[in-house]
T-cell receptor, first 113, second 114 residues
């Protein structure tokens, strides 16, 4: 899991509540990413950020929001507008644009009751 | 649909056997990567092969890339029970202009039995 931490590991929320997932990295990486993984499926990109104070929508950004106020941190908020939020959420980071490998955190499993 | 599609979806072998997984993709790529995921954990990068490379080795791993067929294979030789995991290919499309956006396939679940 490298130098990326995600918290909490398991999260339970009631329907209609917003929830924020934490992602912190100490790898001095510029780029950070959020993915969603559903059972038996691959990863889908929610949001990504190339540098501080900048972020871009991925393939499934609706119902999610992010911020990148610090290089080390890229929190993801799952809003009540996300229709099916129960999933496994993975954060990743990579060095500058010329670097290809992404390093992943251990993931947060969100269950909305 | 996913840029990368792995085949087979699931594979069960005996320890010591070789395991081969395939990945097909649809558009031109800069590189193709393979990642491993243990159940309920994050992904770990295994190997990267660039579009101008045809074969790459790393320990017991061998990756091939055929850009004319838009396909790649991952071979794990002399498998061990500890190789049990899901394996994903991920492609970086060419001309994406940076940001290193990867598109992941649906994965192959490998089970290595004693």
């Amino acid at each position: 899991d490298g130098g990326i931490t995600q918290s909490p590991k398991y999260l339970f929320r009631k329907e209609g509540q917003n929830v924020t997932l934490s992602c912190e990295q100490n790898l001095n990486h510029d780029a950070m990413y959020w993915y969603r993984q559903d059972p038996g499926q691959g990863l889908r990109l929610i949001y990504y950020s190339q540098i501080v104070n900048d972020f871009q929508k991925g393939d499934i950004a609706e119902g999610y929001s992010v911020s990148r106020e610090k290089k080390e941190s890229f929190p993801l908020t799952v809003t009540s507008a996300q229709k099916n939020p129960t999933a496994f959420y993975l954060c990743a980071s990579s060095m500058e644009l010329s670097t290809d490998t992404q390093y992943f955190g251990p993931g947060t499993r969100l269950t909305v009751l | 649909s996913q840029q990368g599609e792995e085949d087979p979806q699931a594979l069960s072998i005996q320890e010591g056997e070789n395991a081969t997984m395939n990945c097909s993709y649809k558009t031109s790529i800069n590189n193709l990567q393979w990642y491993r995921q243990n159940s309920g954990r994050g992904l770990v990068h295994l190997i990267l092969i660039r579009s101008n490379e045809r074969e790459k080795h790393s320990g017991r791993l061998r990756v091939t890339l055929d850009t004319s067929k838009k396909s790649s294979s991952l071979l794990i030789t002399a498998s061990r029970a500890a190789d049990t995991a899901s394996y994903f290919c991920a492609t970086e499309k060419s001309g994406t202009g940076g940001g290193n956006k990867l598109t992941f396939g649906t994965g192959t679940q490998l089970k290595v039995e004693l």
